[in-house]
């Protein structure tokens, strides 16, 4: 298949990069720079290496090498840190928005298409941020008699509940913004906010098919949520532990999803119904009811609650490999160090990262994303080869099937501790 | 129990507050589903739903009424064509076919053997275009994208067997009274088998992926079903009447032309439901395919593929009803001509409409969720209807 657009030339695809990078050096000097050393200059900034940061010292640190590994190795130990960028909501926006570029792609070459080709010169990569773009100028539009202030809410309060969830996923040892003993528990209180929030607004909304979508999502999200807790249940049995880091670290030597087949099924299925994905997209259905519950968005308002969704499955599949696929375990591929160890010379020292480069964590990362990545394509599978489902189908197979399933493999993870196989002191623990 | 409610009610009169009381209208929503609605298109049908039960419909066509019946009384015979095609574009071949039939039987000419074969090639070409445009919609409205890229996807391999042959893609006012407009192109007949050849195997994907879908099964098996006594007395047509157990083809039954020499099975299947009606139009295409092969192994290699007319044809006085076997039924064209060069009154009898009239029968008692699979497996085009 044609990748490149008609009369691409390399050249001026790196003339143009070149241009972009000489006008952002510009914009840094001239407006960038001034408006840190300002803000800089009024707030009260730590010790950092024994050493009180002033704005002058703080610039003179970004600039000299040597000195600026200290700084970052500061910044990315703080908690604002972990919240806004890493462990937190701007790693999983990125998630999102490689998802829905991946999906667009993964899709259209099942689909005998070719996708985005045109935005960003190369694949279409710039059409993500084009349709963002897009969708920020365009005019939000409120229909008449709407509750105005739930309107506006619901969808903000969509994109932090998902945050939310996001906050407490551990993507590596210690990385995680909000270690709590109740991990699992509060993972699943967190998520029973989604029903409720897709319910007002399709209330607020004034109209008819948001109404009866939100009613779908209600009653989906509600018979789903069950089978979803339950099949996490048997995890918890086998870990011993509601922590999520806990139970990755429960699953030394052997993963959850060998014991727990049923479950990991169970859950991969209630997940994609949390999720709205077809099969199981009824309160979006929109041969029947329009758009369901999102048909009176517009604008900006549609875009958050988009992109509320995909870090939504970015939460769920980074869960399923915390409870099923050993969380960020795998073999060590980084090395120990990125070069020659206590070297001198400044500009090595930055290129090696040292005292900055941890490989445990590196690896973990690394292992713990491509895992998430397969379950994304996983979820995003189903899109190109199932139709809807029914809504009386999905009572059926939420109330019915799924419930009685999770209690098979409940069962028998009961009698795996009980037969002291797994658990204190079983056979397969690790020592 | 009427009493107390009575009196709780009058008792929270007392107190400032307002029961209210639940009556069987309160259940009840009307929904206007279209004319812009993904799930109708060019059409409207209201419908009353009791939390996800259909209680009524009321089907209102004629968003797009344009009048084709009286345009044609003030064009002559060959004008038109190019307007009578407009309704179904993707079907232009047959709904042109019957009218040319009937043209012919008016003005009393008769068609070179060659033409007829041409003719009945370029409809059945069409007859695929439509049936996998149609299967295309019939997949997103059940939600499943691929099946409505896949589709129209190969809707191009005959769209470019028509480009071929008639230098349109759509709309290609091919079949005309007095035969077709110009003979095949140079290496028609082997690029012709090679699609359908290709065609075939695509078929045998869709079978895959979509008709053995359990997903797909469970939600179509059982679901608006039409006996064959219904489907006989509401006089539906075409693929509708035929996943009713009615093994009915105007091709088969009234043959026009050279179909009387095509060794061909009627398509049918005995359950009727909604299943029944989408798995009949790809029997309908794996039949078709034969079709074309006999075809093109029978046609004549050379010859004439129009009769001399004159450029306005005009008959005696008189009459005519022909039909043809198109993708959504039986097309049939009434024809009333006083002699002069334009027709009298012409009449289209289509099958959409025809079909449109088990909608409500149909959808009354199903679930909404069932709507879209219900209302578009009745092969109804809407443009059509209204013509």
């Given at each position: 298949?044609?990748?490149?657009?008609?009369?691409?030339r390399?050249?001026?695809f790196?003339?143009?990069l070149?241009?972009?990078?000489?006008?952002?050096?510009?914009?840094?000097?001239?407006?960038?720079?001034?408006?840190?050393?300002?803000?800089?200059?009024?707030?009260?900034?730590?010790?950092?290496?024994?050493?009180?940061?002033?704005?002058?010292?703080?610039?003179?640190?970004?600039?000299?090498?040597?000195r600026?590994?200290?700084?970052?190795?500061?910044?990315?130990?703080?908690?604002?840190?972990k919240?806004?960028?890493?462990?937190?909501?701007?790693?999983?926006?990125?998630?999102?928005?490689?998802?829905?570029?991946?999906?667009?792609?993964?899709?259209?070459?099942?689909?005998?298409?070719?996708?985005?080709?045109?935005?960003?010169?190369?694949?279409?990569?710039?059409?993500?941020?084009a349709?963002?773009?897009?969708?920020?100028?365009?005019?939000?539009?409120?229909?008449?008699?709407?509750?105005?202030?739930?309107?506006?809410?619901a969808?903000?309060?969509?994109v932090?509940?998902?945050?939310a969830?996001?906050?407490?996923?551990?993507v590596?040892p210690?990385?995680?913004?909000?270690?709590?003993n109740?991990?699992?528990i509060?993972?699943?209180?967190?998520?029973?906010?989604?029903?409720?929030?897709?319910?007002?607004?399709?209330?607020?909304?004034?109209?008819?098919?948001?109404?009866?979508?939100?009613?779908r999502?209600?009653?989906?999200?509600?018979?789903?949520?069950?089978?979803f807790?339950?099949?996490g249940?048997?995890?918890?049995?086998?870990?011993g532990?509601?922590?999520?880091?806990?139970?990755?670290?429960?699953?030394?030597?052997?993963?959850?999803?060998f014991?727990?087949?049923?479950?990991?099924?169970?859950?991969?299925?209630?997940?994609?119904?949390?999720?709205?994905?077809i099969?199981?997209?009824?309160p979006?259905?929109?041969?029947?009811?329009?758009?369901?519950?999102l048909?009176?968005?517009?604008?900006?308002?549609?875009?958050l609650?988009?992109?509320?969704?995909?870090?939504?499955?970015y939460?769920?599949?980074?869960?399923f490999?915390?409870?099923?696929?050993?969380g960020?375990?795998?073999?060590?591929?980084?090395?120990?160090?990125?070069?020659?160890?206590n070297?001198t010379?400044?500009?090595?020292?930055?290129?090696?990262?040292?005292?900055?480069?941890?490989?445990?964590?590196?690896n973990?990362?690394?292992?713990?994303t491509l895992?998430?990545?397969?379950?994304?394509?996983?979820?995003?599978?189903?899109?190109?080869?199932?139709?809807?489902i029914?809504?009386?189908?999905?009572?059926?197979?939420?109330?019915?099937?799924?419930?009685?399933?999770?209690?098979?493999?409940?069962?028998?993870?009961?009698?795996?501790?009980y037969?002291?196989?797994?658990?204190p002191g079983?056979?397969?623990?690790?020592h | 129990?009427?009493?107390?409610?009575?009196?709780?009610?009058?008792?929270?009169t007392?107190?400032?507050?307002?029961?209210?009381k639940?009556?069987?209208d309160?259940?009840?929503?009307?929904l206007?589903?279209?004319?812009?609605?993904?799930?109708?298109?060019?059409?409207?049908?209201?419908?009353?739903?009791?939390?996800?039960?259909?209680v009524?419909?009321?089907?209102?066509?004629?968003y797009?009424?344009?009048?084709?019946?009286?345009?044609?009384?003030?064009r002559?015979?060959?004008?038109?064509?190019?307007?009578?095609?407009?309704?179904?574009?993707?079907?232009?071949?047959?709904?042109?076919?019957?009218?040319?039939l009937?043209?012919?039987?008016?003005?009393?000419?008769?068609?070179?053997?060659?033409?007829?074969?041409?003719?009945?090639?370029?409809?059945?070409?069409?007859r695929?275009?439509?049936?996998?445009?149609?299967?295309?919609?019939?997949?997103?409205?059940?939600?499943?994208?691929?099946?409505?890229?896949?589709?129209?996807?190969?809707?191009?391999?005959?769209?470019?067997?028509?480009?071929?042959?008639?230098g349109?893609?759509?709309?290609?006012?091919?079949?005309?009274p007095?035969?077709?407009?110009?003979?095949?192109?140079?290496g028609?007949?082997?690029?012709?088998?090679?699609?359908?050849?290709?065609?075939?195997?695509?078929?045998?994907?869709?079978?895959?992926?979509?008709?053995?879908?359990?997903l797909?099964?469970?939600?179509?098996e059982?679901?608006?079903?039409?006996?064959?006594?219904?489907?006989?007395?509401?006089?539906v047509?075409?693929?509708?009447?035929?996943?009713?157990?009615?093994?009915?083809?105007?091709?088969k039954?009234e043959?026009?032309?050279?179909?009387?020499e095509?060794?061909?099975k009627v398509?049918?299947?005995?359950?009727?439901?909604?299943?029944a009606?989408?798995?009949?139009?790809?029997?309908?295409?794996?039949e078709?395919?034969?079709?074309?092969?006999?075809?093109?192994?029978?046609m004549?290699?050379?010859?004439?593929?129009?009769a001399?007319?004159?450029?306005?044809?005009?008959?005696?006085p008189?009459e005519?009803?022909?039909?043809?076997e198109?993708g959504?039924?039986?097309?049939?064209?009434?024809?009333?001509s006083?002699?002069?060069?334009?027709?009298?009154?012409?009449?289209?009898?289509?099958?959409?409409?025809?079909?449109?009239?088990?909608l409500?029968?149909?959808?009354?008692?199903?679930?909404?969720?069932?709507?879209?699979?219900?209302y578009?497996?009745?092969?109804?085009?809407?443009?059509?209807?209204?013509?």
């Open positions: 298949m044609a990748t490149a657009p008609q009369g691409f390399f050249g001026n790196v003339a143009s070149i241009w972009l990078i000489l006008w952002i050096l510009i914009i840094v000097a001239l407006v960038a720079l001034p408006v840190i050393f300002i803000i800089l200059f009024y707030l009260p900034l730590p010790p950092v290496n024994g050493e009180v940061l002033t704005p002058y010292l703080f610039l003179s640190m970004m600039v000299d090498p040597t600026t590994l200290p700084i970052v190795k500061f910044l990315i130990h703080t908690e604002l840190f919240v806004a960028v890493f462990p937190g909501f701007t790693f999983a926006a990125l998630f999102a928005a490689v998802t829905i570029f991946v999906e667009r792609k993964f899709l259209a070459k099942m689909q005998l298409r070719v996708g985005p080709l045109y935005c960003g010169k190369i694949e279409g990569i710039l059409q993500l941020a349709d963002g773009l897009k969708l920020i100028s365009k005019e939000i539009i409120i229909p008449s008699g709407a509750d105005k202030p739930i309107f506006w809410t969808p903000i309060a969509f932090a509940t998902a945050a969830v996001v906050a407490l996923i551990p590596a210690g990385w995680v913004a909000a270690n709590v109740v991990g699992l509060a993972v699943f209180a967190i998520l029973g906010f989604f029903p409720l929030i897709a319910l007002l607004f399709s209330w607020a909304s004034n109209s008819k098919y948001p109404f009866l979508g939100g009613l999502a209600l009653h989906q999200m509600i018979a789903f949520e069950i089978p807790f339950l099949s249940l048997s995890v918890v049995v086998l870990a532990s509601l922590n999520l880091t806990n139970i990755v670290n429960a699953q030394h030597p052997f993963w959850f999803i014991f727990l087949p049923i479950s990991a099924f169970v859950f991969f299925i209630s997940s994609l119904a949390e999720l709205e994905r099969p199981f997209d009824l979006e259905a929109e041969s029947e009811i329009v758009a369901g519950w048909t009176e968005t517009s604008g900006m308002i549609y875009g609650i988009q992109l509320g969704s995909y870090v939504k499955v939460a769920l599949s980074a869960l490999v915390i409870l099923f696929l050993g960020w375990a795998g073999p060590q591929i980084f090395p120990k160090e990125l070069g020659p160890s070297t010379i400044p500009l090595l020292q930055l290129l090696t990262l040292q005292g900055f480069y941890n490989s445990i964590t590196v973990a990362i690394f292992w713990f895992k998430t990545f397969g379950i994304i394509m996983l979820m995003l599978l189903p899109r190109g080869i199932n139709p809807r029914r809504i009386d189908i999905l009572l059926h197979t939420g109330w019915y099937k799924l419930i009685v399933l999770t209690f098979i493999n409940m069962f028998i993870a009961l009698a795996l501790i037969g002291g196989i797994l658990g079983g056979l397969l623990t690790a | 129990m009427e009493k107390n409610l009575q009196g709780q009610i009058d008792d929270s007392k107190l400032g507050m307002q029961i209210v639940e009556s069987e309160d259940r009840l929503m009307t206007s589903v279209g004319p812009q609605h993904p799930g109708s298109g060019h059409f409207r049908f209201v419908v009353t739903v009791d939390g996800d039960y259909i009524h419909c009321d089907p209102d066509p004629g797009v009424h344009r009048g084709e019946e009286k345009m044609c009384e003030y002559n015979f060959i004008q038109n064509i190019p307007h009578l095609e407009r309704p179904v574009i993707h079907d232009s071949a047959n709904i042109t076919y019957s009218y040319s009937a043209v012919e039987e008016l003005v009393g000419i008769e068609v070179p053997r060659r033409g007829q074969f041409i003719r009945a090639i370029a409809s059945e070409l069409d695929q275009v439509y049936t996998l445009y149609w299967l295309a919609i019939y997949g997103i409205f059940l939600g499943h994208s691929t099946m409505f890229m896949w589709p129209t996807g190969d809707r191009e391999l005959f769209i470019d067997l028509l480009d071929a042959l008639t349109a893609r759509v709309t290609h006012a091919f079949n005309i007095g035969g077709v407009r110009n003979d095949i192109p140079y028609f007949k082997d690029k012709c088998l090679r699609h359908i050849a290709y065609f075939e195997k695509r078929l045998k994907e869709y079978e895959d992926i979509f008709y053995n879908n359990p797909m099964r469970q939600r179509t059982g679901v608006g079903i039409l006996t064959k006594e219904d489907a006989i007395k509401l006089g047509t075409g693929s509708v009447l035929r996943a009713s157990g009615v093994p009915y083809d105007i091709r039954a043959p026009y032309d050279i179909y009387n095509i060794d061909f398509q049918y299947m005995k359950s009727g439901d909604s299943f009606r989408a798995y009949v139009p790809l029997l309908d295409m794996r078709s395919c034969q079709i074309m092969r006999q075809l093109i192994d029978k004549p290699d050379s010859g004439e593929v129009r001399k007319l004159q450029p306005t044809p005009k008959g005696p008189g005519a009803y022909r039909r043809v198109s959504r039924g039986a097309l049939g064209y009434y024809i009333v006083d002699g002069t060069p334009k027709p009298y009154r012409v009449k289209i009898s289509v099958g959409s409409f025809r079909n449109l009239i088990a409500p029968h149909l959808l009354v008692g199903s679930k909404l969720g069932d709507m879209p699979s219900v578009w497996s009745l092969n109804y085009w809407p443009v059509e209807a209204d013509r």
